[in-house]
Nanobody, 126 residues
Framework: QVHLVQSGGGLAQAGGSLRLSCAAS????????MSWWRQPPGKERDIVAA????????TYSDSVKGRFILSRDDAKTTLYLQMYNLKPEDTADYYC???????????????????WGQGTPVRVSP
């Protein structure tokens, strides 16, 4: 059973930075997508960024491209999301997720993700 534990996040002012971490355990394969999603209050959950753990290929949503960066620690099976130049519209609950299957390109369909972290609030003030 895959278990994801998130940390980081919190409060920031516009233009500031925050980092999120997601530590995965229990996965018996290295062929999966690991991703970050966010859900603003009253809105749907959307993907922010994802990485194919097998290949390292990444994808970012247009809204965060150039501001958010994925990195990982293979030894700890931990994924990081470094967020720079934060904007008030980045305010949301952030979730990490691991997919059921893998591939060379990270999947971005929410239906492919079977394992979710507990969620971390990110609040950006103007």
């Amino acid at each position: 059973q895959v278990h994801l534990v998130q940390s980081g996040g919190g409060l920031a002012q516009a233009g500031g930075s925050l980092r999120l971490s997601c530590a995965a355990s229990g996965h018996t394969s290295t062929d999966f997508t690991m991703s970050w999603w966010r859900q603003p209050p009253g809105k749907e959950r959307d993907i922010v960024a994802a990485i194919s753990w097998a290949t390292g290929n990444t994808t970012y949503s247009d809204s965060v491209k150039g501001r958010f960066i994925l990195s990982r620690d293979d030894a700890k099976t931990t994924l990081y999301l470094q967020m720079y130049n934060l904007k008030p519209e980045d305010t949301a609950d952030y979730y990490c997720a691991v997919s059921r299957t893998g591939g060379d390109v990270p999947t971005e369909s929410i239906y492919d993700f079977a394992h979710w972290g507990q969620g971390t609030p990110v609040r950006v003030s103007p």
